[in-house]
């Protein structure tokens, strides 16, 4: 469903000096998959997650998203695509503070231009109460516990309907238990609902719930 084809992404720190962040990507992400992405700080996992999920464009290679060449869209299309195609969840969550746990769900649905083919309200109630928190619609993030609040953000990258969620340490803030919940969760879309999930972790036991692990490292898929 997505293909990197020698994807380089090259920060210039200082006049003379280039820091490759990735270097020569070769990998596709494949319909259906449920994978870990593991590798040291600083190896590029995050870069690459930006990468697949269109958030940020290579500066060599080339990406498809199904056939289409994505630095051939402009602005106005990447985002338009990227909001229909990938749900992102964080370590922090990223949740905004002054919004309710549903108005921070129906976010995308704002942000989408196009009319919606379906009822955002409705919507966020059935994903609130498949995800334990109906009763917690009308509280402010800094109200509710951290596994709540990952589940707010896994509602919010679900309300479009994505077909990719990219999830970056999404237990990292979390306790075992709790994450282990979150990687249940995540493996349950996987399973019931199609949805390709990647997950960046640190962690053996996490990586090992998954099918495949892709290791990074220095900017570099280890094969
Ligand atoms: N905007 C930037 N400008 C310069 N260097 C950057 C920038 N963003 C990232 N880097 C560098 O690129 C490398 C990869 O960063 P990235 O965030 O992808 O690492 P990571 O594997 O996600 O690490 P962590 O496990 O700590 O989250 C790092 O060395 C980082 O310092
Ligand atoms: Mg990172």
Known sequence: MIKLQNV??????DRE??????KNINFTVNQGEFSAIMGPSGSGKSTLMHIIGLLDKPTKGKVFINTK????LNDDELSTLRNEFVGFVFQQFNLIP??????????PTIYARKNLSFDPAKK???????FGID????????KISGGQQQRVAIARAL???????????PTGNLDTKTGD???DLLEDLNQNEKLTVLIVTHETNIAKKTKRIIKIKDGEIQT
């Open 8 to 13: 380089y992404k090259e920060y210039q720190l």
């Open 17 to 22: 000096v280039i820091f490759t962040a990735l």
């Open 69 to 72: 060449e994505i630095l051939k």
């Open 98 to 107: 002054k919004l309710t746990v549903e108005e921070n769900i129906l976010l």
């Open 124 to 130: 966020a109630r059935e994903i609130m109460k498949k």
């Open 135 to 142: 009763n917690k619609a009308n509280s402010y993030p800094n």
């Open 159 to 169: 309300i479009m309907s994505p077909k990719l969620i990219l999830a970056d340490e």
């Open 181 to 183: 919940q979150i990687i």
